[in-house]
C-alpha cells in the first residue's frame, strides 16, 4: 500500500536562490540518452547561499557541454580522471565541492520552475585565503644571495 497526503498538490514549490553553493553527489548513475550517448545522470544535495537545501538533477556528458563535465571532475578532485579520458559513476559518490546555481524557468508555462547547474566552481579557478596571504606578505626567509 502507497500511504501519501493528498495535500501535497497544494505545497508551494520553493526554488534555492541563484548564485554559488555547495553540493554532496548523492546518487551517480550511467545512463544512455535517446540518441545512444552515454552520460551520467547525478542526484545532488545542494545548500544555496542561504544555507537552504534542496535536491538537484544534473547530466555529465562527453558529447555536450564538454566544459561542464571538465569542471565536475575538477572542483571535486577528480582531475586525473578527467585527464586520462574516464569518469565512472563510482568516482563521483560522495564527492563534494562548489556550484553555480541557476534557475530554469519553461516558457511555454507547462512546467514548474526549477533549479538547475549552471556550472561547478573549479577550486584552481578561485585563490585559497592562504594564496591571498601569501601575495599580500611575499617576504620569503629562505631567500638565497
Known amino acids: 500500500m502507497l500511504n501519501f497526503d493528498p495535500r501535497i498538490d497544494e505545497e508551494k514549490h ?15 548513475e550511467l545512463k ?9 545522470s547525478l542526484i545532488l544535495k545542494v545548500w544555496d547561499k542561504n544555507g537552504r537545501q534542496g ?3 544534473d ?14 571532475c575538477y572542483a ?3 582531475n586525473h580522471n578527467y585527464d586520462q579520458g574516464y ?8 564527492k563534494s ?6 534557475i530554469e524557468k519553461d516558457e511555454k508555462g ?23 596571504k601569501e601575495e599580500l606578505n611575499p617576504l620569503d626567509d629562505d631567500i638565497p644571495f
Open 76 to 78: 571535486t578532485g577528480l
Open 87 to 94: 569518469l565512472e559513476p563510482e568516482n563521483c559518490m560522495g
Open 97 to 102: 565541492g562548489k556550484l553555480i546555481l541557476g
Open 14 to 28: 520553493e526554488l534555492l536562490a541563484p548564485g554559488e553553493g555547495d553540493f554532496e553527489v548523492l546518487k551517480s
Open 59 to 72: 547530466y555529465l556528458m562527453s558529447y555536450a557541454m564538454k566544459h561542464k563535465l571538465k569542471n565536475f
Open 55 to 57: 535536491t538537484v538533477f
Open 32 to 40: 544512455q540518452s535517446k540518441a545512444g550517448n552515454a552520460y551520467i
Open 110 to 132: 507547462v512546467y514548474k520552475d526549477k533549479n538547475r547547474v549552471m556550472d561547478y566552481i573549479c577550486s584552481e579557478n578561485k585563490p585559497s585565503k592562504d594564496d591571498k
